[in-house]
């Protein structure tokens, strides 16, 4: 994605396009926009990977049923190990979660898509939602009891003030570490790609000696591509266990 | 002998069969245990040895920097805004700023006990080395 001239700006692949007005919401414009069409676009994928996966029933799978099946038996296990038996009831909220995250940032890889995952608004409503989910199925689940999250056991009480002044704060920081983990990843990681991948454009455009010299960034690029797809991967799964192991305080409010 | 439970050949599975339907909830539960008991004997160990041991690091690094970040942040504007509500300037911003700071390192902490508790102490180390305290 080359600017003017052989100027590479490593920032406009993040850049919001309205693709059509839908309406107007109190004098805010309403748009659908190229996150919008990607996030469409993810679901799709993941709604049509596990429709296609499931629609033929074999007994022996063949390549998308197994691939739907580890699919959903992953993020089951996931489930089952952290949250346990009980905890089945966030599994369809979990899959959910992990399949919208990896997809997104799976398409972000492929040049010219935007990366919905880059984006602070999107993850950070992910990890509010989690976060929100959290304390209302504590409260549901416990009541008042659930507080007893901030207040751990034997301590002294001279010093449960500042203890549960700190637990709170970690606690309301659980969403921001969340959201910011996802975004920093994404963000720093394609704007990395750019770099280099600008590079081989500046170089290449001074002559024989700039062929050769962009050979270094041309590999540094193959290099990276390779990382952020296992840094895709990793952080959706990583999003995943830590949704669950926040949901797991919610189950049992005492560690 | 095991005629009954062998796949009829359709390739169809789901409630095909009359005794399908018989099979109670806590049946199914005790199959599929078996079935995933025999499938770990065979299967080798992914998640646990997949080689993928840097990658595991990459995302724990990743960890304690946001969650130190993340802590730091949120206390500084907790502070910052009861200041703003309160009028107190500077007092609960550096009250809630060293609250941040603790609320990160016990965040930090807790992950790295997390990650010990998957990787024992001295599992990292070679078979067979010395234990200074035996010699």
Not at chain 1, 152 to 174: C, D, K, N, T
Request: contains cysteine; neutral net charge; glycine residues 10%.
């Amino acid at each position: 994605m080359a600017g003017t001239a052989d100027r590479v700006d490593p920032i406009h692949q993040f850049h919001i396009v309205d693709l059509f007005q839908i309406g107007q919401i109190g004098g805010m414009k309403f748009a659908f926009t190229n996150s919008a069409l990607f996030m469409l676009i993810a679901v799709a994928l993941s709604f049509l990977l596990l429709y296609a996966g499931s629609a033929p029933r074999a007994l022996v799978p063949g390549r998308f049923q197994s691939v739907a099946e580890e699919f959903y038996s992953f993020v089951h296990n996931l489930v089952r190990q952290v949250l346990g038996e009980e905890g089945k009831a966030f599994f369809p909220f979990i899959f959910c979660l992990f399949a919208f995250v990896l997809f997104t940032n799976f398409l972000g890889l492929i040049p010219y898509f935007f990366t919905v995952t880059s984006q602070l608004v999107i993850t950070g409503t992910l990890a509010l939602f989690i976060i929100l989910m959290v304390l209302v199925v504590g409260l549901a689940k416990h009541g008042l009891k659930f507080f007893g999250l901030f207040v751990p056991h034997g301590v002294p009480i001279f010093l449960l003030p500042f203890i549960s002044l700190i637990e709170i704060i970690s606690f309301l920081a659980r969403p921001v570490s969340l959201s910011l983990r996802l975004f920093g990843n994404m963000l720093a990681g394609h704007i990395v790609l750019k770099v280099f991948a600008g590079f081989i454009v500046s170089l290449a455009g001074l002559g024989f000696g700039g062929w050769i010299g962009a050979i270094g960034p041309l590999f540094m690029t193959v290099a990276i591509t390779a990382l952020e797809f296992l840094v895709a991967a990793l952080q959706a799964f990583v999003f995943a266990v830590l949704a669950c192991v926040y949901l797991k305080d919610a189950l049992h409010p005492h560690h | 002998m095991a005629n009954k439970n062998r796949p009829d050949g359709t390739g169809e599975t789901g409630r095909g069969n009359q005794h399908d339907a018989e099979i109670r909830d806590d049946d199914l539960e005790r199959r599929r245990r078996e079935l995933e008991a025999s499938l770990a004997t065979r299967l080798p160990n992914r998640l646990e040895d997949g080689g993928s041991d840097s990658a595991g690091n990459v995302a724990l690094v990743f960890r304690f920097a946001s969650e130190f970040v993340a802590g730091v942040l949120v206390g500084g504007l907790i502070g910052w805004g009861l200041d703003w509500l309160l009028g107190s300037s500077p007092i609960f911003l550096i009250v809630f700023l060293l609250g941040g700071f603790g609320a990160a390192l016990t965040n930090m902490v807790r992950v790295a006990k997390a990650a010990q508790a998957k990787v024992p102490l001295g599992k990292d180390l070679p078979a067979g080395s010395v234990d200074d305290e035996d010699s």
